[in-house]
């Protein structure tokens, strides 16, 4: 069982950031990817950002690319998210979530375990 447990978030004015991180405890078997997704009243669960742990390889939403940064912890099995020059449509619940695949997955079905998910507000 992974627990995946999320801090930060929170409030910003647009142009402002903001940094989420997410720790992840358990039976953690590599390969694996760790990622964020984030969620808007009445909309579908849409992908932001993710990361594999063995190569390492960085994959981002269109929508964020440029301005949100994910990086890893190598000193744990954590991720981090840098959000820059945010917008008011980032405004969402934000999820991480862990995916036993070698490979980045943009589909939340990929992911078998999610944390419980981080509220970001973004002010106009």
């Known amino acids: 069982q992974v627990q995946l447990d999320e801090s930060g978030g929170g409030l910003a004015q647009a142009g402002g950031s903001l940094r989420l991180s997410c720790a992840a405890s358990?039976?953690?078997?590599?390969?694996?990817?760790m990622g964020w997704f984030r969620q808007a009243p009445g909309k579908e669960r849409e992908f932001v950002a993710a990361i594999t742990w063995s190569r390492n390889k960085l994959y981002y939403a269109d929508s964020v690319k440029g301005r949100f940064a994910i990086s890893r912890d190598n000193a744990k099995t954590a991720v981090n998210l840098q959000m820059n020059s945010l917008k008011s449509d980032d405004t969402a619940v934000y999820y991480c979530?862990?995916?036993?695949?070698?490979?980045?997955?943009?589909?939340?079905?990929?992911?078998?375990?999610w944390g419980q998910g981080t509220q970001v507000t973004v002010s106009s």
């Open positions: 358990g039976r953690i078997v590599s390969p694996y990817a």
């Open positions: 979530a862990l995916s036993r695949l070698g490979y980045v997955a943009v589909d939340p079905a990929e992911y078998e375990s």
